[in-house]
Nanobody, 120 residues
Framework: QVQLVESGGGLVQPGGSLRLSCTAS????????MAWYRQAPGKERELVAR???????NYAGSVKGRFTISRDNALNTVYLQMNSLKPEDTAVYYC??????????????WGQGTQVTVSS
C-alpha cells in the first residue's frame, strides 16, 4: 500500500500564491511519475501538471507560466507552486503517484485532496 498525503491548500486572494505539498509513504520500491490534478464543482478532474522520474515536466495550458511542479526524490515529495492565482483555479487538488511497490507490482495512488479557493 502506498499512501499520499497532501497539504498546503487554503483561501487566497486573486493574484496570490500557494504551495501544495504531497508526500508518499508505504511499501514503495520506486516512484515514476508524480502529478497534480484538480476538480472544480460540476467539472471533470483534469491534469494540472506532471513531473517524470528525471525531472521533465508538462503542464495544462491554463496554468503554464504560473504554476511550477517540482519533486524531492529523497523525501518522496512533490510540490506545486501556484502563483498569480485566479478564481478559475478554485478546485480540489489531488496528488497522484505511479510506480512500483516492494513486491514489484505497479501502483497508481491518489491523495485525499486539498481545497484551494481563490476569492476576494
Amino acid at each position: 500500500q502506498v499512501q499520499l498525503v497532501e497539504s498546503g491548500g487554503g483561501l487566497v486572494q486573486p493574484g496570490g500564491s500557494l504551495r501544495l505539498s504531497c508526500t508518499a509513504s508505504g511499501s514503495m520500491f520506486s516512484i515514476n511519475d508524480m502529478a497534480w490534478y484538480r476538480q472544480a464543482p460540476g467539472k471533470e478532474r483534469e491534469l494540472v501538471a506532471r513531473i517524470f522520474t528525471y525531472g521533465s515536466t508538462n503542464y495544462a495550458g491554463s496554468v503554464k507560466g504560473r504554476f511550477t511542479i517540482s519533486r524531492d526524490n529523497a523525501l518522496n515529495t512533490v510540490y506545486l507552486q501556484m502563483n498569480s492565482l485566479k478564481p478559475e483555479d478554485t478546485a480540489v487538488y489531488y496528488c497522484n503517484a505511479v510506480g512500483t511497490d516492494t513486491k514489484f507490482r505497479s501502483f497508481d495512488s491518489w491523495g485525499q485532496g486539498t481545497q484551494v479557493t481563490v476569492s476576494s
